[in-house]
């Protein structure tokens, strides 16, 4: 996550810091000096995995993220044709070179390595539209696929815990409650989800998953989720989030919108009432705009700063802004 | 013996609902055998199904995996009947452009959006995803449209949708369309203020919204 802002203090800017290690990291340090961001987190995008497979991405502009243009394959008959995701290749190394370079700049801080959820890298490679139907008309091919999904963020995330993460982060947005359903979210989701959070949790890394949109939609399922962290969106109350999934750290879930067209002060009372909500891990809710300025983040993160001061505020809390 | 128009109806709104394709591709040719008349075995039958799998869609019994396979009975029953149309049927249709803006390739909600529109009787033009703003702006006018419906997902692009009203203000052609947004981050604070006509946030009440601003206007 980087705004228009810091590219300008730093002198580095996407989209060409999005195959520059030294120019990722600058911007990553960036938003933790001058916005008050408390963790750092790589890469900004989620389409290095899909790039990686056979897709086209461009990489947008200074106020765009990189985008899928198009798929890997016309279809799942197609899927043999998929290359393996290589964690060699240009832009994963970017990534992994720039987490290196951040954890020795900063070494006290959190390292997040932010990997693309199973469904979202499925619907990268082929038509989501395709994709939609196959898990109706031909689930085992959208099995199949997943698969490799699920293969390619546990090889980019190595790649990144190898570096120095300490974190992983899976976001989903395509796999939601709101555009699958819970009965499907629990047989295409959630195994592979699980399956790349208890990989890492094997080798002592915690997960995070973030999960777009209405999380109600999900229920129980929800709770289901192995990683010790759910973070939401801001359509969610933490309320709703504690009673469907009680054993999990909360994160979230500033609204992106409000970051960036919002005034400072707002952002102020809104993470004032996250913290007195009990949220673990105060974050944006979603991947947040270049635009948004920096005054808002700022804001967000020094209620954070001095919660820890408040008079009843018992827990420990961290800022962390994860949004790609 | 033939079946009842009505159990034909019955089966082509079944076919559509139910996710099963043969049953809709079936009763169409039925219908197109029995002699029914198409535009009403289209409207009282396919578009039913469609309507129905909308509801169950809006009250979250359905989901997008559905709706796409519904949709997909529903088109191939229709590739049977409308060969059948009489010319007088096909009427005149309001035109309506839409597409995913600039800057962003996440094209489900717009293509739901489509075949919503689709059903509901409009003449639906669609520019795809990453649409550059000004291509709204000319298909519209070189088809006559009168909607104009624009969706994203991501925050860095909302911005496009306030700057194709303007381009609209600035022509001076604000009025000749309505303009409908709709995706993820997109309220119906953010419509109000950047001056959109309607709001909709999912496909079933898209096409409430967009026949809400013609009966509106009509009015």
Known sequence: MAVTEVMSSVGDSWPAAHSDPESMARLVLGMVDLAGVENLGAPFCMTIEAEGMGATVDLGSAETEPRVTEYAIAGLSAIDDLAAFDVRGDRAATAAEATRLLVAERPDLPMIACVTGPISLATSLVDPLIFYRAMRRDPSAAHALLELSADAAIAFGDALVGAGADTVCIADPSGTGEIIGAKAFREFALPYINRIVDHFAARDVHSIVHICGDVKALGGVLGEVSAPVISIDSNVSFRTLRALAPDHASMGNVSTYLLEYGKAETLRRVAVNRVLEGVDIIAPACGIGPRTPLANIRAVADVVATAQDWEGAERELRSVAVGR | ??????????????????????????????????????????????????????????????????????????????????????????????????????????????????????????????????????????????????????????????????????????????????????????????????????????????????????ATAAA
Do not use: W
């Open chain 2, 1 to 214: 013996m033939p079946r009842s128009t009505e159990e034909i109806l019955a089966d082509l709104a079944r076919g559509v609902l139910d996710l099963d394709e043969d049953l809709a591709v079936a009763a169409a040719h039925e219908a197109v055998d029995a002699g029914m008349d198409a535009y009403e075995a289209i409207t009282k039958g396919l578009v039913v199904g469609m309507n129905e799998a909308g509801r169950l869609y809006d009250e979250e019994e359905y989901f997008v995996p559905e709706l796409l396979i519904c949709s997909d009975a529903m088109y191939a029953a229709l590739d049977v009947l409308r060969p059948h149309l009489k010319v007088a049927d096909q009427g005149v249709k309001i035109g309506c452009v839409i597409g995913v803006v600039k800057g962003d390739t996440h094209d489900i909600g717009k293509n739901l959006v489509k075949i919503m529109l689709d059903v509901a009787g409009f003449e639906v033009h669609d520019l795809g995803r990453d649409v550059p703003l000004a291509d709204f702006i000319e298909k519209a006018k070189e088809t006559n449209s009168q909607l104009i419906c624009l969706s994203t997902l991501m925050t860095t692009t909302m911005d496009g949708m306030a700057a194709i009203i303007q381009m609209l203000d600035e022509e001076g052609i604000r009025d000749r369309f309505k303009v409908m947004i709709g995706g993820g981050p997109i309220s119906r604070s953010f419509a109000e203020k950047i001056g959109a006509d309607g709001y909709a946030d999912n496909a079933s009440s898209a096409v409430r919204v967009a026949t809400e601003l013609f």
